[in-house]
């Protein structure tokens, strides 16, 4: 079960939820940054870094039998939100590519460093996998 919440009169989100109730099995996926399965970046592209990103995601919740339509809460970690906002078009189009039209609950913060020194994004998600 899951629950799109839009309390009345507000305007509608645009490529997020405001909030989402759901009832299952919690999956949660650590920080996801922008390198290969071998941990090693392929680009300093904050575009290519990003759907990197949302690609590891997608194989984490895979292991859980999960997909991005469970997708409850996504926070975002970025290192210059001026590129973040000048790219959205960009972005959305990677963002759909890769999790499709699947809009949980998101967050986005400008941080001043990632753990990597490469990094341009982190992507932490939370899934719920209804009950059978």
């Known amino acids: 079960m899951r629950k799109l ?11 997020y939820a405001n909030g989402i109730a759901a009832r299952g099995t919690h999956v949660f996926v650590g ?3 922008g390198w290969n399965d071998q941990q090693q970046f392929e680009t300093d592209d904050f575009i290519a870094q990003t759907r990197q990103a949302l690609e590891n995601v997608v194989a984490v919740l895979k292991e859980a039998g999960a997909g991005p339509e469970h997708m409850v809460r996504m926070t975002w ?6 590129e973040y906002n000048a790219r959205l078009k960009e972005l959305g189009g990677v963002y759909r590519e890769v999790i499709g039209k699947n809009f ?5 913060v400008e941080v001043s460093a990632l753990m ?3 990094a341009k994004v ?3 998600v939370t899934a719920v996998l209804p009950d059978a």
């Open 77 to 82: 970690y970025v290192i210059d939100r001026v």
């Open 31 to 33: 920080g996801q940054i």
């Open 104 to 108: 949980p609950a998101m967050t986005c």
């Open 5 to 15: 919440l839009q309390p009345p009169g507000w305007a509608p989100a645009k490529g």
């Open 122 to 124: 982190e992507i932490e």
């Open 116 to 118: 990597e020194a490469r």
